[in-house]
């Protein structure tokens, strides 16, 4: 784990280079549609598999990231209640026209990746390493948008609609210790 603010700022950076040249790759039209998913959700695996490995070498216990097995029960309801009130607010139809187990398995395991990383992994090592809870917050947010950079052709608005997400998501976990089970089943229904 990195011990100082510049360390982990490099860190963080090469992390968000790396995601975005991913998400160039795997968004160019060149690649084959199921070939590009495949590989994507290896990608998303290794993220989930290098963060689990952050933090078990961290030695803070998973439970200081957000992993609280005691409490899944409660996170998942949690999460599904606020999702469903944000696809309420948002009025917009949850799955695709024809969902495949795939594309469900897809979904979640970008959900997983991406919420263990930024609020579970990134989010606590921040505070660690003394940034305050705003600051933490900010900056999760503005790499979480940042990192979703080149997924469409409207790459400014969902940027900004990404870095609201995150805003929100942030604010969960800091200001309502809110777990990343919760946060996950939050993020699948966005």
Same mark, same amino acid.
């Given at each position: 784990?990195?011990?100082?603010?510049?360390?982990?700022?490099?860190?963080?950076?090469?992390?968000?280079?790396?995601?975005?040249?991913?998400?160039?790759?795997?968004?160019?039209?060149?690649?084959?549609?199921?070939?590009?998913?495949?590989?994507?959700?290896?990608?998303?695996?290794?993220?989930?598999?290098?963060?689990?490995?952050?933090?078990?070498?961290?030695?803070?216990?998973?439970?200081?990231?957000?992993?609280?097995?005691? #409490? *899944?029960? /409660?996170?998942? @309801?949690?999460?599904?209640?606020?999702?469903?009130?944000?696809?309420? =607010?948002?009025?917009? +139809?949850?799955?695709?026209?024809?969902?495949?187990?795939?594309?469900?398995?897809?979904?979640?395991?970008?959900?997983?990746?991406?919420?263990?990383?930024?609020?579970?992994?990134?989010?606590?090592?921040?505070? #660690? *390493?003394? /940034?305050?809870? @705003?600051?933490?917050?900010?900056?999760?947010?503005?790499?979480?948008? =940042?990192?979703?950079? +080149?997924?469409?052709?409207?790459?400014?608005?969902?940027?900004?609609?990404?870095?609201?997400?995150?805003?929100?998501?942030?604010?969960?976990?800091?200001?309502?210790?809110?777990?990343?089970?919760?946060?996950?089943? *939050?993020? /699948?229904?966005?």
């Amino acid at each position: 784990m990195p011990k100082t603010k510049k360390d982990f700022i490099w860190y963080l950076i090469t992390f968000i280079l790396i995601s975005i040249i991913a998400k160039f790759f795997f968004s160019t039209t060149l690649i084959n549609i199921t070939w590009k998913q495949n590989y994507q959700d290896i990608f998303n695996i290794f993220y989930i598999l290098s963060t689990l490995f952050f933090i078990y070498k961290s030695g803070n216990g998973f439970p200081h990231y957000g992993i609280r097995i005691r #409490d *899944i029960p /409660f996170q998942m @309801l949690d999460g599904f209640i606020i999702g469903m009130l944000w696809v309420f =607010l948002n009025r917009r +139809i949850l799955f695709p026209s024809n969902p495949s187990l795939f594309s469900f398995f897809h979904c979640w395991l970008v959900a997983l990746s991406e919420e263990l990383v930024w609020r579970g992994y990134i989010l606590s090592t921040l505070q #660690d *390493i003394g /940034f305050s809870k @705003l600051s933490t917050g900010l900056l999760c947010a503005a790499g979480f948008g =940042l990192m979703h950079l +080149i997924s469409t052709a409207n790459t400014i608005q969902i940027t900004l609609v990404f870095l609201l997400y995150g805003t929100v998501f942030s604010y969960l976990r800091i200001k309502k210790d809110a777990g990343i089970v919760c946060l996950v089943i *939050i993020h /699948f229904f966005t």
